[in-house]
């Protein structure tokens, strides 16, 4: 019982602690997972670099005659690259229907 809850607690604190690690912190504000441009810009001001691209999504359709067709959907993901100061790491952040859903983060700015 007590390896159960010990299994547990890490679990726990493994969980929370990678949902703060995906923050970026810009002129004292913290951005996270969900906040939408708007948010970002006002925080965050421009990013380095914009890019826009197409997520192919399969889709698939019962066709009439009962068979199955498998189809692409293309979301647009706005790639949003900030260059946060020296020592620190570039950061990548990926917005789909306005919305931040990820970060990434890359070399750190020399």
Not at 19 to 43: F, M, N, P, Q, Y
Not at 60 to 68: N, P, Q, V
Not at 87 to 93: E, R, V
């Amino acid at each position: 019982m007590k390896v159960t809850v010990g299994i547990a607690l890490s679990m726990a604190l493994f969980l929370t602690h990678s949902a703060h690690a995906e923050s970026l912190r810009c002129k004292g504000d913290i951005i996270d997972i969900g906040d939408t441009k708007i948010d970002v810009l006002r925080k965050c001001g421009e990013p380095a670099l914009k890019d826009t691209y197409c997520e192919k999504t399969p889709v698939r359709i019962k066709r009439a005659d009962g068979y199955w067709d498998t189809l692409e959907r293309c979301e647009n993901v706005d790639l949003w690259t900030y260059n946060p100061g020296k020592g620190q790491f570039w950061t990548n952040l990926y917005f789909k229907e306005g919305k931040l859903r990820e970060m990434r983060y890359g070399d750190r700015v020399d």
